[in-house]
């Protein structure tokens, strides 16, 4: 048994029992089986590491806090030392290790773009004036309804207020384009309940994954091959290299993520898809453990998605009963399943390896690359990572073949994409349409800008900023990288010219000062530096050359040298700002 330095604290019974509940599915590290007999090592204490984030979330929600005698338990329970599981749960946004003297929950109220133009900071001041305990944080998922909140539940479940609703009529939720023909992957979203697996089978669920053991491993990659199917998550890596170089390792091990840790100011695609279509993930995630070969399935889901938590459960239990998870898949004598893995507030986790850190109960800091996660990914095995969206194009390119997929789009960018669209329009939402659509005309299809348009925001905090005069810019791959802006994860953000910019893009930068995981140092220091300048910028109300350049200097630093996409992409919409002088500028 390890010397894990454990403290004197001692745990409730409480904090005890929802320790024991998460740690029952795989038993202690150290088993005491008899006065002769105990089962520990090394190997055993590493295959139950990964229980740790679940353990703390436990830990949270039952005390509201993370105590040092809670924390001794499960650290002692996982043989976990507890100076490095502090060291995990202080690295995210929902867990806290002080005692926060009252026994409230606690309201987050998120202050990022969309919502911060929508009254954020009043909503904040109206629950804190009721005696709500508030924690203005980053954005929640929840752009198209802003202002947004989470409650983070002490004595009562996790929730969001403005979920009640859709809870109490699982079908009651509707897309701005429902019920339209030319919806491909968010058809069955308010037609099928989401609630029921008899639902999903009546409107043609489960059929391509009949399909895909039908005709092969094979055959389903080079379909995707052939559609040109690019991931959905902001890289655009195509999906068929990913699952083909995961199938073709052997003798190991081999798992497949769906990455729905959708952190990116304005996005909330994968809260809607999860919340009003669960098993249509489920059954492609499935097929693509199926054609890769991989046992396992994961979803890593946002800690703040309470009600998508709920029914992807309650999805994944429904399939396992019906025999579309587990040890015969569907009757095909193929094992396969799906466990879900809640983060708990940290932007970073979006990043592919961070977010297997973060599994496997570390810190969720990026790796470095090579070695890539198809040869050397979850727990150093094989590993396919997809967006739900991705995702939900595999479903649609089995059904109706690559030849027709390559029809819709562009050239470069074959297929459908959601945008996420809020701000200043009329009907703020998730809109589907195929690649290759003007940004004006998809504002049109969002009932227009409220107001004149003073900018409009690609891509998320981690995109760019683009004038009134790029309306007619197609939303493509190729046509955006050729305008040196990037779609991401599909954030569609409109500024009228009501809005201090200044404030926002100071946002934008304090947004990635709090998430640079820190283990960098262009990343570390530059996103500090970049941040200083912007709160200087706005108390003197212009920038002068000399901070100008050293903005460019951080910016190239940070895209240069930082280790993963953060870093990359933290000063994009600070320059873009610059460059079309939405900020900076003498009075």
Same mark, same amino acid.
């Given at each position: 048994m390890a010397d894990l330095k454990l403290t004197v604290d001692t745990s409730t019974t409480e904090e005890r029992a929802a320790v024991d509940a998460v740690v029952a599915t795989q038993g202690r590290s150290v088993e005491h089986v008899s006065e002769r007999l105990v089962l520990g090592g090394i190997a055993r204490r590493a295959a139950r590491r990964h229980l740790l984030l679940p353990g703390l979330h436990a830990l949270q929600a039952t005390a509201g806090w993370i105590s040092p005698g809670g924390m001794n338990?499960?650290?002692?329970?996982?043989?976990?030392?507890?100076?490095?599981?502090?060291?995990?749960?202080?690295?995210y946004d929902l867990f806290r290790t002080t005692d926060p003297r009252h026994d409230r929950s606690v309201h987050h109220v998120c202050i990022d773009t969309a919502c911060r133009i929508a009254g954020a900071d009043d909503l904040a001041r109206r629950l804190e004036a009721d005696g709500a305990a508030v924690h203005r944080g980053p954005c929640l998922g929840q752009c198209e309804r802003a202002p947004a909140q989470f409650v983070q539940g002490r004595g009562e479940a996790d929730h969001v207020p403005a979920d009640a609703s859709l809870i109490a009529d699982p079908t009651s939720y509707r897309?701005?384009?429902?019920?339209?023909?030319?919806?491909?992957?968010?058809?069955?979203?308010?037609?099928?309940?989401?609630?029921?697996?008899?639902s999903y089978r009546e409107v043609g669920g489960y059929r391509m994954l009949a399909h895909a053991l039908e005709v092969g491993a094979d055959a389903v990659i080079d379909e995707l091959a052939a559609a040109e199917l690019s991931g959905r998550g902001g890289a655009a890596f195509p999906t068929a290299?990913?699952?083909? *170089?995961? @199938?073709? &390792? !052997?003798?190991?091990?081999?798992?497949?993520? *769906?990455? @729905?840790? &959708? !952190?990116?100011?304005?996005?909330?695609k994968d809260r809607l898809v999860l919340e009003n279509d669960p098993f249509a993930v489920i059954e492609a995630l499935t097929i693509a453990g199926i054609v890769t070969g991989a046992e396992r399935g994961w979803i890593y889901i946002r800690g703040e998605y309470p009600l998508a938590t709920a029914r992807l459960l309650g999805a994944l239990d429904q399939a396992r009963a019906a025999g579309l998870l587990g040890v015969d898949v569907a009757g095909s004598g193929r094992r396969f399943d799906i466990e879900l893995r809640r983060g708990a507030g940290a932007y970073i986790c979006g990043e592919e390896t961070a977010l297997m850190e973060s599994i496997e109960g570390f810190r969720?800091?990026?790796?470095?690359?090579?070695?890539?996660p198809t040869t050397h990914g979850l727990f150093g095995q094989p590993t396919v990572v997809n967006n739900p969206e991705t995702l939900l194009n595999v479903l649609d390119i089995l059904e109706h073949g690559a030849d027709h997929y390559r029809t819709l789009g562009t050239d470069g960018s074959s297929g459908h994409r959601l945008f996420c669209v809020s701000g200043h329009v009329a009907r703020p939402g998730l809109y589907e349409l195929a690649f290759g659509v003007r940004l004006g005309d998809l504002l049109d299809a969002a009932g227009g800008a409220t107001g004149e348009i003073q900018a409009v925001l690609l891509g998320g905090a981690a995109g760019m900023f683009v004038g009134p005069d790029h309306l007619d810019l197609e939303l493509s791959l190729e046509a955006t990288r050729a305008a040196g802006v990037t779609l991401g994860s599909g954030v569609v953000t409109v500024f009228n010219d009501h809005v201090d910019l200044a404030d926002v893009v100071e946002r934008i930068a304090e947004f990635f000062r709090s998430e640079s995981c820190g283990q960098c140092v262009p990343c570390r220091v530059g996103t500090v530096?970049?941040?200083?300048?912007?709160?200087?910028?706005?108390s003197l109300g212009q920038l002068s050359a000399a901070r100008r350049a050293l903005l460019d200097d951080i910016g190239a630093a940070m895209s240069d040298a930082s280790i993963c996409g953060l870093g990359h992409t933290a000063s994009g919409a600070v320059q873009s700002a610059l460059r079309l002088g939405l900020i900076g500028a003498a009075p």
């Open positions: 338990y499960l650290c002692d329970a996982l043989q976990v030392p507890p100076a490095e599981a502090f060291g995990v749960a202080t690295f897309l701005p384009q429902h019920g339209a023909e030319e919806l491909r992957l968010l058809h069955r979203v308010g037609v099928a309940d989401p609630t029921s697996l008899a290299v990913k699952w083909r *170089a995961v @199938a073709a &390792e !052997s003798g190991r091990v081999k798992h497949v993520i *769906a990455n @729905a840790d &959708e !952190s990116e100011p304005g996005t909330f969720g800091e990026p790796r470095n690359k090579p070695p890539f530096r970049q941040h200083e300048v912007m709160v200087e910028m706005r």
